[in-house]
């Protein structure tokens, strides 16, 4: 027995058999009546819808065969893919060299005839084999041969029909996803971004019309909640703006070397206002020999986001600490823990799903924009690093990230 060589082309040949997502499905009737008109038209009891991958030949379609798979080494279609466009046609395997000693000749299912024709892909790969085999030794007639190569073809255009439709619902999953977005986009512009104008613009109006009927004590509350809410409303503009960039591409990545204890007190330093008015503790526990590898402007996005998302929803006087772990050689993971209010699976399942996204009122009746975790998951992809949430329903959350060490 031979067993037959590998393609020179194996590597890009099986690359683009797995392109298709064929192996190991259910049998599917389209590709089982393509295999019952091979064995009606070659009058052989037993035809074959083959696909050969590193180790085994693999059948789509069986006609008058129990087995769902071989062994590579023993497989006529392992030579078959050798032949490109040409029919391997075996009359007698007891007196062909390459067979006679085959398992599969000398056992069940005593092949004696072989014909297969190759199924070649667009780009001229060869996956398999439609094939026909009898337990006798015969030959085929130019008609049935060129039938055979004829319906090879034909398993391919379902192949390909099945990957175009494969990619289709990819095509709609992602469209769904740019609608739900732009639905969100509508939501903010419309409720979210109008709100707060229409707030700040109703407080102004108290100043600009009874600023002589107020005293200072009024007026300096007034003046503060027309401050928070441009601070507020500054910052949903600025998210909007980061994620039009990310999806539009136009956001630029910029990583260099940086020490993860001095980003993480910047953004501290940065948020120490808001804590302050909570009466908040914030806690830097990161070494200050950890070095990283990334963005600095994604990277304080991220950690500023998670950081005020665990001000906004801890209580009065609680702690939050900053802390960062070595997952391996090469990455560390920066930890942002709090003792809050925490959340359910179900909202944690659905943190990060856009159509679902949407603000949450703080433990003081803090607003958000429904987009900062989105924007943290995806800046933390662009630096290469991986993101988690853990959380207890009324014991707090700990969302954390990974990101390149140096």
């Given amino acids: 027995m ?28 389209v590709y089982d009546e393509l295999t019952e008109l091979a064995s009606s038209i070659c009058q052989t009891p037993i035809a074959l819808i083959s696909l050969i991958d590193e ?23 392992s030579h078959a893919i050798l032949k490109q466009e040409e029919v391997l046609i ?59 190569k004829i319906l090879a073809k034909q398993v391919i255009s379902q192949l390909e029909l099945r990957l175009s439709f494969k990619k289709l619902q990819t095509y709609s999953t992602e469209l769904r996803q740019i609608n739900a977005g732009k639905d969100r986009f509508f939501s903010i512009i419309a409720h979210d971004l109008k709100s707060p104008f229409n707030a700040m613009l ?6 600009h019309k009874d600023v002589d009927n107020l005293d200072d004590e009024q007026i300096k509350e007034i003046s ?23 999806e539009t591409g136009n956001l630029s990545w910029r990583p260099k070397r940086l020490n993860l204890r001095e980003v993480v007190e910047e953004v501290l330093e940065l948020l120490s206002g808001t804590a302050f008015h ?59 823990a709090d003792s809050g209010v925490g ?37 933390v992809h662009r630096n290469g690093g991986s993101f988690r949430v853990e959380s207890d329903l009324h014991q707090g959350s700990r969302f954390s990230f990974t990101i390149p060490r140096i």
């Avoid at 060299?97 to 001229?124: C, H, Q």
């Avoid at 441009?230 to 990310?246: A, E, I, P, R, Y």
């Avoid at 959340?343 to 607003?367: H, V």
Wanted: glycine share 6%; hydrophobic share 40%.
């Fill in 2 to 29: 031979k067993i037959a060589p590998k393609p020179d082309n194996e590597q890009e040949r099986i690359n683009a058999l797995l392109a298709y997502d064929i192996l190991d499905t259910e049998f599917e009737q």
């Fill in 224 to 246: 503060s909640d027309i401050y928070s809410t441009g601070k507020s409303t500054l910052k949903l503009l600025d998210n909007l703006l980061q994620w039009s960039m990310l």
């Fill in 278 to 336: 909570k009466k908040i503790i914030l806690v830097n526990e990161v070494s200050p020999d950890i070095n990283i590898y990334g963005d600095l402007i994604m990277l304080e996005s991220v950690i500023q986001n998670l950081v005020n998302n665990a001000i906004k929803f801890s209580h009065m006087g609680e702690k939050i600490t900053i802390t960062c772990e070595l997952e391996n050689n090469n990455l560390v993971r920066v930890i942002v």
């Fill in 55 to 77: 180790n085994r030949q693999w059948f789509k379609s069986r006609v008058g065969l129990e087995a769902r798979e071989t062994n590579r080494d023993i497989a006529f279609c």
């Fill in 343 to 379: 959340m359910t699976q179900e909202q944690m399942n659905r943190l990060f799903e856009i159509e679902y996204t949407a603000t949450k009122l703080g433990t003081e009746g803090e607003k958000g924009t429904g987009l900062g975790l989105l924007l943290c998951k995806e800046f």
């Fill in 202 to 207: 109703g407080f102004a109006e108290i100043l």
């Fill in 90 to 148: 075996v009359e007698d395997a007891t007196k062909d060299e390459r067979f006679a000693d085959n398992p599969l000749v000398l056992k069940n299912p005593s092949i004696r005839f072989y014909a297969g024709a190759p199924l070649i892909t667009p780009n001229g790969f060869a996956l398999g084999t439609l094939c026909a085999i009898d337990t006798k030794p015969k030959t085929l007639t130019a008609a049935q041969e060129k039938a055979l």
